[in-house]
Structure formats: structure tokens, C-alpha cells
């Protein structure tokens, strides 16, 4: 298989609110940063790929805007998904498998604030039996941190200490949303309180990959993807262990995360809850650095928390601050749908 | 490195109507699922990934669908990939599926796209107003009509061309079972007598709203060996994309239609599609877009595209068929409709396509394009295996 690596990663600020800025507004200081980074062109990108909705978006077509903030000019290869941008990082991956290009460039964005989140992410479930219900996401969530702590998992003070770890953590994250000390605060969804929530905003984030001597190039000390592999579960949340993520140990095993030791992991768990199945299913113990940028509970654009998780693992491996890393992103209800990556940097010379 | 050879072993697609109002959204596209596995002879157990693709979530009022159809489709414990390229969703959809196989990162996928207009209205999921952008002008027809004209203009086409290709396309349609629109008693002259919408675009020159899905079975050399029936190749297949709008855009000729071309004959060895290519399933949405396309896909000189469509070239039986299917014309489950193209390609070379089989078919061009005119995705499939 050909050696592909990530050797650039840039992210906005994520904030409460950007509404005077539109998604292309937002993206193109991200899209200039990543770039510069490596000294690459638009033109000089083999495969371009990105990852958004067009439902926090409110519109049809939503991603075409932002291909203008690309400059696709000459015409460029270029693909989406309706999905987080991590999974748009796998199809570029596989892209630069087949050698049909050397270099891509991946990115994702979200305005959760253009609309209430919690009730947008209804309309991902059974149209239907469940979504006219408008069952949100923090009452699904809170249905599997009740399971996690019915099953003697956790409990609500581990959840704090959880919560209160990556806030902390998020201090030393310049663009992270929420960092240092955060009240419990009252429940919003019981077990969950507000501090086991992920706070609502906007960003963006981009990566560049390289394949083999040209990832060299471009980085002193690229960050290699030694695997990656996604797998998806039931929809119905009748059907599923909440406790358990089935799906995240099957891509971790896929992507060879347990031939070695890993010494971080960036987990994408909203939830503070949400970490303990993931801890679990990837059988991370204590001597496992968990989400030092702070985690999706410090920071969470909806569509471009994934990738995110693989920019700072890939960051903390490109900085020497890691050797082998762990990286995961998840999609759907309670983890319905979950992805892992591997990333690890060459010894030093 | 040389890349895996792609098969297609298994197509299926769902009869295209206006409203299926029989089954739901997991429903229709585990139908057209089944028959592309039946017709590789495999199972649920044989898919190793799924890669499924639409137009716009607005267009159901369903949010990333794959998480809800992901146990229709049989993806349970399986990684399952979402595409969305606007109306070139179909084709990339299916070209991601095919570096899937092509980088050996799986033997075996099934790709899937599909539209259930009914479960809402795609003019209003088109025309969502945003604050400081050109509105879509009516649907996608007010959108491309200009265009047309400029068409009209620039190569000094008579304006009858237009309704040719309607006429024909409506009438290959009667021959492919699984077509939206079977016009039994279609005529020139109905054609030309039809409503004016979006001048020059008559109401018989534009595409319906259907319900429909299309998937495919693509796999492996290993794969392919084992399948029952005769396989097509991909010998070429890439996306290019260009802005939507900017001042030296040609939406005659888009930039990103001609370099994707170039591209995929590339790859495939074709130096003269013309004589090369044996049948073309293209995406026109409404009628005028055949010559267009014939020029930015360099099967004619530019400014010559409604000759070939006027001299009959194009016709079922004519040297170059274009849309033997009936074509986005007769059938048009927005997200599904890029991939029919590709799939009606692969039916030619393995001779499959039925009434509508073009005799001794061994390459054919798929073609999809969307946004306004910014998205396009093709692949060439051979009945031979390319060389290695």
C-alpha cells in the first residue's frame, strides 16, 4: 500500500455565532493557511475533497459556494460528502491510494448557529417512525450515558471529571470555544448537566495529504496514516448496546490501531459520556494521552469536529509532541457510525 | 503502482415513476440493491462496503440518509461512504466506489443512488433563499435556458434541433422497460406543439421528476472472474469541477467538462471518440444540451454538435447512439440520474440493454454534470479488460 501522509492542518477559531460571516468567508482564511503552510497552489492540489451539510446550511447545494472560496480555476478533481470531514479525508486517502494523485486537500465547515442544532439533527433519523417525533440529540445522548451508568460504566461524577479534563486540557487550545474551569450546571437532559454537552458553534478546518517522498517534501515530520477504516451500526437505537461501539473496535482493528501501542487519541465524543464507550471499545488505559486539544467538548462545528480530530493528532505528531496516534470521528446518533485513523512519525534523525 | 482492474458485475435499477407510493425511501433503494446483487449472483455477505449517493438532503427532508438506510442496504458493520456532487452525484458516486476497488482497499462494493422526488418538491428544495446570491431563477430551467440561446447564437443551429433530440430520446425510452416516460403516441409535432416554459425549452424538451434508484456491483479482477454474467470494464473514469460562477466562465463549453473528458480518453487510450466510442449515455436534462455536449465531450469540431444531432447520427440506429436509454429525458431521479447514465453504459458493453441494446456495443461513455454547469463526472467501460 502507498505511504500517504497528512502534512498540514489549519483551523478557524470556533465561536458562538459568525453571522457576519458567510460559509465561504469563514473558510477561505483556512483554505490560504493550510496552503501556505506547504507552500502549495490551488493548482498544484492532485485531488480536493470536502465534507459539509446542507442542512445546518438551510439551503440545497450548499458546498458549491465554497468551491468558489477553493479558486477551482483551472478546473480541479475534485469530490464531496455529505458527511463529516473526516470522511472526506477517507476518500482523498483512497484517491491518493490509487496514485491517481500525489496531494489533496481536505476540508469541512459548519454554522451550527444558523439554526437550533439539537433540532436539526432530528431530521438524520427514521423519517417516517422517529423524526417526527423530534427526539434531539442531547435526549438520545443522554439515553446512552443513563444506559452507561445503569451498567455501573461511569457515573455522574466521573462524567464531571471527564468534562472538567478537557476543558482544562482546552486551555492550551487557542481555538478551542470553551476551555478552563466550566460550572456543571444544572441537568439539560438527565444524566447529562451542561458541562457534559458540547457547546454550539461555527468552523472550519483543512488538511493536506501527500503521498511518499512528496509528503517529505512539504514536512519536516509528516504524520503517516498507517490505517484507516469506518464502520457503520443499526439506525435504531432499539437494536443497539448503547454501552458498547462495536463499529469503532472494528475499524480500530481494521486500521491496525492494536498492533501497536498508541500514545494519544483524539476522540470525537460530544458527550462526556460518549468518551467511555470509545474508551473502552478502543482500549485506551491511563497512560493514553485522551484528547489534549480539548476534545469535541471544547469545541464542536458540526461537519468538521472529525476531521479535526485527525488535524490535531496529526499536528501533535508533525510537532514531535507524539509518535503513534490515534484519531476517531463518529456520525449519527449515540456513535451510530464511527471511523479511525492511525497516524504515526518517523523517528527522529 | 498500477491499480486494480474495475468490473461492474451487477446492475439493477428500479422501475422510474412519478410517485412510488407503494415503499418508503429504505424500501426503494433495497430494491434496486437486490437486483444488482441478483444480477452478480452474490449476496448481502459478498458486499464488503457500500457508497451511496443523492441531489440534495432538501430533496426528502431526510438528513444524511445513509445512517437511516444503512440496514436497508445491508452496510451494518460495513463502512458506508455518503457522495454528494449535485447532479453529478450518481457518476462520482460510482467513481468512488470504483478507487475503492482500484486502490485494493476492497474486493467488492455496492454503490447505490437514488431519488424520491415525491417525499417532497425539488423546486422548492432548489429555491431556498439565501441573501446575497443569484436565486435559481425558477428551477433549473431558467437557470440554463440563456445558455441554450447562447448555444443557439454562437453556432447558428436552426431551432428545430431541440425537439429532435426530445423526439428521439421519448421514442428510445418506449424500448427501455425501466424508463419514467413511455410516450406512446409521441410525434415531432406534438413535441413542437408542446407548452414554450423557459424559451427556447418547450415543455416536452425538459426531464420529468421521478422516483427511482440505480446500483451496481463493482468488484476486483478476482471478482470479476467469478461473475455469471459478462462484466464491463472501467476503462477510464474523473471528476473535475470548476466555479459556479465567474467572469470567464463558458456555459456553453465548461472548462471542467472538456478537461474530464480529456482525462478519461486518456486513460481509456481513445484518441477519436467519434469513431471510438459506440454509444453515449449523456446528460441532458433538457433537449438542447446533446449538441452542446457533443462539442464539450470532442465527439464533434466546436459550432458542429447540432449537425450530427441533425443528420440522424445520434438516432438508435445511427453510428454514434446517444442516450439509447431515453435518457434523463424520459427518466430523472435527480441523484440516481448520473449513475443510470454510467449503468446504461456498462448494459451496452455487456450487452445487456434489451430493446435498446446498441449492436455490438464494446465502448461507451457514461457522462453526468451538475450545479450550473460545474460538476461534471464520466467513465469509460469496455467489454474487453483494459490492458495491463
Redesign the interface.
Known sequence: MRDVAIVAFAQTDHRRRSDELSEVEMLMPVLHQVLTRTGLQTADIGFTCSGSSDYLAGRAFSFTMALDGVGAWPPISESHVEMDGAWALYEAWVKLLTGEADTALVYAYGKSSSGEVRDVLTRQLDPYYVAPLWPDSVSLAALQAQALIDAGATDEPALAEAAARSRADATANPHAQLKGEVPRGDHVVHPLRTADCPPIGDGAAAVILAAGDRARDLCDRPAWIRGMDHRIEPHSLGVRDLTDSPSTRLAAERAGAFERRVDTAELHAPFSSQEVVLRRALNLDETVRVNPSGGALAANPVMATGLIRIGEAAARICRGESDRALAHATSGPCLQQNLVAVLEGEAHA | ?R?EPVAVIGIGQTKHVAARRDV??AGLVREAARRALDDAELSWADIDAVVIGK??????????P??????ALG????????????GSVGG?TA??AA??V????HGTVLTLAFEKQS?SNAMW??S?P?P??QPLLAGAGGFFAPHIRAYMRRTGAPDTVGSLVAYKDRRNALKNPYAHLHEHGITLEKVQASPMLWDPIRYSETCPSSDGACAMVLTDRAGAARSPHPPAWVHGG?????????A?KDFVS???GK??AA?VYRQAGITDPRREIDAVEMYVPFSWYEPMWLENLGFSAEGEGWKLTESGVTELDGDLPVNPSGGVLSTNPIGASGMIRFAEAALQVRGQAGEHQVEGARRALGHAYG??S??FSMWLVGAESPAI
Request: hydrophobic share 45%; net charge negative; glycine share 8%.
Open positions: 503502482m491499480k418508503s425511501i441531489a440534495p438532503d432538501f430533496f426528502e427532508g431526510l438528513m444524511m445513509e445512517l437511516y438506510l444503512a440496514d452496510a451494518v458493520g460495513k463502512p458506508m461512504l455518503r457522495v454528494h456532487t449535485a462520482s467513481l468512488v478507487n475503492l482500484a486502490s485494493r482497499v417525499e428544495g432548489l431556498l439565501i446575497f446570491q474523473a471528476m473535475r469541477s470548476e466555479p459556479t460562477l465567474f470567464g465548461p472548462q471542467a478537461d474530464c482525462d450545479g450550473g460545474q460538476f
